[in-house]
């Protein structure tokens, strides 16, 4: 069945029957091509989503205060919550045994101007642990430090791309003056944040210097706590509430108004996030089945109309001494061949594609460095192989049988 | 060579049946060239395809040089047909891709003959047919006279015992059609058994014997003065 004879034989069949063997290995080719290049979108599409979550510390708790919506102990409702100084350093006492950092934050647009350039910014008065919450990355001079919180001074670190508006590629804006409204700041440092252009244009201040600007009051938007990570998600569940707790405590707010106080947990998100991921990656699978069903429903298809347009060379065959065994060996030999063959070269365009792509799809289509793991692309070409085998024998087997004179009839 | 005793051949049509061999007996000896005629719907082509090993009988026994045929399952009917028969078909039956070299080594393929020896025999046998000057020609590029003789090369290729021929001149004009019959003679002179079905009083003439089917038995058994044809 495998003497060399035979192989002469199917390769004179198949070259010269080039537009057949042509199309039945176009459609393997694609099939698996198709399955490996969304399977890598797929996959790209995930890595993307988990940069995305990726950029900020995952052991972060943010918390905001709003307006009650009970009255409690005397107060009515729709009472202002604010944070305030004195609140920072009791979380400090009181939460030693969870807390790892905690900064207030203060957001403000300002007027940002030097020299003739002059735009509206975002502006974050903070304690030096944002900057860790954010994972800025440092490129020029320094971060702002606890020496400047206590100090006052009117310091600031910028994005990047503030950086760029303000004074252009070339200025190094460390040890310049800019001013923030009506007031001169120091330029103390330069960052960068991979987490997109938003997070590259502020400016960071002391928090202390902008409760200065304002009338020297003490109060902050928002407070940024992190825990230790190793408390983990159920740690970080019980921080939240004890949290919570003490801060209805000290704020006089009823326990069942959810509205006086808001708390984002990263970790929680974080859960979330990858319940999220885990759907896409239920989503990625059944694409990819999907493609691989549909290239092989395609081979089948192609192996039953081949083995049709074969039927009366067949029953020739069969005529001049052909037995069942080598009509199907000719055939599922063949049908083998084809798969084998174009199957890999639908797999190497694939994988070389995906491998090609990069980030060039990041920006528009959120797909990043897309990518097939070898076992994968492998085992569906192998897949596709052993379907196309199949459904090469099935049409064979019934070819075989088909009485050479009815063959002979098929015109 | 051929010796058939009380053959039965039916088919089902749906609900009913429809009986076309009635009991046939026959033999032919070694070296007869015998016109097996009859007007269509005389079950003349299914006694053909019963002898070729194609279709298979209901009832009755068949001998072909001394060996009965039966139980023939299809791997045993495709070697016996490889050995023992020869076939020519009306339609000529090449395969369309293969050049008339090929075409004509393909039985050879079957019986396992070495690629080389099987275009030398190949060859040897298209020369007999007066073709091998085209013998690297697709059947697309050969006239149907010329099909015709490939298609007779190689059904003798495998030096058969029997060589069978279904209206081999159905589908040519009566020049070509002598021509085809002039290259029988020649073979059955060379001492081969060739049963020949038509329909045609003139080809049927220029056989040696002459049997005629109607509604499935043998009305008619006659040996001819056969008209030879130089």
Partial sequence: MFSRDTWIEIFITMSKNRLRTFLSGFTVA??????????????????????????????????????????????????????????????KLNFNFF?????????????????????????????????????????????????????????????RLVAEDIFGLKENPVGKYISLGSSPFKVVGVFKDSGGDNEERVLYLPYTTRQLLEKNNDYVDQ?????????????????????????????????????????RNVA??????????????????FVGFGTLLAGIIGISNIMVFVVKERTKELGIRKALGATPKSVIGTILIESIFITTLFGCIGMFCGVFLLKNLGTTLAEDYFIKNPYIDIYTAVFATIILI?????????????????????????? | MIDIKNLHKSYKMGNSSLHVLKGIDFKADEGELVAIMG???????????????????????????????????????????NQFLGFVFQSFNLINYKNALENVALPLYYRGISRKDRQKQALDYLEKVGLNQWSTHLPSEL?????????????????????????????????????????????????KTILVVTHEKDIAKMCKRVVVLKDGVIVEDKKINQKLIH
Avoid: C, W
């Fill in chain 2, 143 to 191: 006239s149907g006279g010329q099909k015709q003789r490939v298609a007779i090369a190689r059904a003798l290729v495998s030096k058969p015992k029997v060589l069978l021929a279904d209206e081999p001149t159905g589908a040519l004009d009566s020049k070509t059609s002598t021509e085809v019959m002039s290259l029988i003679q020649q073979i059955n002179n060379e001492g």
């Fill in chain 1, 268 to 285: 929680k998100d974080l859960k979330k996030n990858q319940e999220f991921s885990r759907v896409l990656q239920y989503i990625v699978t």
């Fill in chain 1, 223 to 263: 407070i940024k706590v992190s825990f230790r990570p190793e408390l983990g998600y159920i740690g970080a569940i019980a921080f939240e509430k004890q949290l919570r707790n003490f801060l209805e405590e000290k704020k006089s707010i009823n326990p069942k108004d959810k509205k006086g106080i808001f708390i």
């Fill in chain 2, 39 to 81: 007007s269509s719907g005389s079950g003349k082509s299914t006694l053909l395809n019963i002898l070729g090993m194609l279709d298979l009988a209901d009832q009755g026994s068949y001998y072909l040089d001394n060996i009965e045929i039966k139980d023939l399952d299809e791997t045993k009917a495709a070697k016996y047909r």
């Fill in chain 1, 386 to 411: 052993i379907f196309g085998g199949i459904a090469g024998y099935i049409p064979a087997k019934r070819a075989s049988k088909i009485k050479p004179i009815e063959a002979l009839r098929d015109e």
């Fill in chain 1, 30 to 91: 694609l099939g698996i091509f198709i399955f490996i290049v969304l399977y890598g979108f797929g996959n790209g599409l995930k890595n993307q989503f988990q940069e995305f979550f990726l950029d900020e510390a995952t052991n972060v708790l943010t918390l905001f205060a709003g307006k009650t919506s009970m009255p409690h102990k005397g107060f009515k409702s729709s009472r202002q919550i604010r944070f305030q100084n004195d609140d920072i350093e009791e979380i």
């Fill in chain 1, 99 to 159: 807390l790892e950092d905690i900064s207030p934050i203060i957001r403000r647009n300002s007027q940002v101007s030097y020299q003739l350039e002059s735009d509206n910014y975002r502006t974050e008065a903070i304690a030096p642990s944002q900057h860790f919450f954010e994972k800025n990355v440092l490129i020029k001079g320094r971060f702002l430090n606890e020496q400047d919180i206590i100090n006052r001074e009117r310091y600031v670190v910028m994005g």
